[in-house]
């Protein structure tokens, strides 16, 4: 008798399990436990990439290779192998700093203020695009807008608020794999409702465990040209990078 109470007993905490999995009922899972998911999916600790860059502006498109070597979500350091007259052009980020090495004027300039809204490069992406936090979570509160299917595959659709002014973009929406947690698709408003940029993904690999998209495009919707694709070519996730790659004399070196 009392090891079938103890049976009942576990077959009835199993199914209160189940059932309060938000995967494992009909009902959808919150838009902060999504957007929760989605933080843990863009962001990891050590990693060097190496990825193109294709600025499809109006007078044709050109190329851009950066190998990056990226410590969790305060420290990156970017250089600049191809085309030649932009080879050894280096950024480094350090929290809400950003410093760019000129090896045409061998100089280096801090990026702050109007400056951080210019354009990187001449692509659709601005300084202040690549100085945001990638924790949305931290800047955001979020809902839950409905479902929708991208690249044939079914996405949350979430729209995200700034929780404070200095954020960029006031207002957000982003598409996320349900399966995947990836976003495939965003578009960034401005406070009064305009549309600023938006983001699709192409496509997405299975890199070392971790599903990446490895080719995006950016576009912000003021400027003419098709956006600015991103290819990712390789990255190497828990690489070990050394302490002075994150620093300002690794700029000239």
């Known amino acids: 008798m009392r090891n079938t109470s103890i049976r009942a007993w576990l ?21 902060d436990w999504i957007l929760g998911r ?8 050590n990693k060097i990439i190496l990825s193109e860059m294709i600025i499809h502006g109006r007078r044709g498109s050109r190329s851009v290779r950066t190998k990056s070597w990226i410590q969790g979500v305060e420290r990156s350091f970017s250089e600049y192998l191809d085309p030649p007259r932009e080879k050894g052009t280096k950024m480094l980020k350090l929290s809400d700093q950003l410093w760019i090495y000129s090896p045409a004027t061998d100089r280096t300039i801090l990026i702050s203020g109007h400056l951080l809204r210019q354009s990187v490069m001449g692509s659709d992406l601005s300084y202040e695009d690549m100085m945001e936090d990638p924790v949305l979570a931290k800047s955001y509160q979020t809902g839950l807008a409905g479902e929708e299917a991208v690249l044939e595959r079914a996405c949350w659709k979430l ?61 912000d919707v003021l400027l003419s040209g098709q956006g ?10 828990d690489a070990i990078i050394p302490a002075f790659v994150f620093s300002k004399a690794a700029l000239r070196k």
């Open 11 to 31: 077959a009835a905490t199993a199914t209160i399990m189940m059932l309060g999995h938000p995967l494992l009922t009909a009902q959808a899972p919150s838009a």
């Open 38 to 45: 989605v933080d843990d999916t863009r962001t990891s600790g």
């Open 159 to 219: 729209e995200l608020t700034a929780r404070k002014t200095e954020v960029p973009y006031p207002r957000r929406m982003l598409w996320v794999d349900k399966e995947r947690f990836v976003v495939l698709k965003e578009e960034r408003f401005a406070k009064s409702g305009k549309l600023l940029k938006t983001t699709e993904v192409k496509s997405v690999r299975r890199m070392q465990g971790r599903w990446i998209p490895d080719r995006v495009v950016f576009k």
């Open 228 to 237: 600015t694709e991103f290819i990712i070519e390789s990255i190497e996730f």
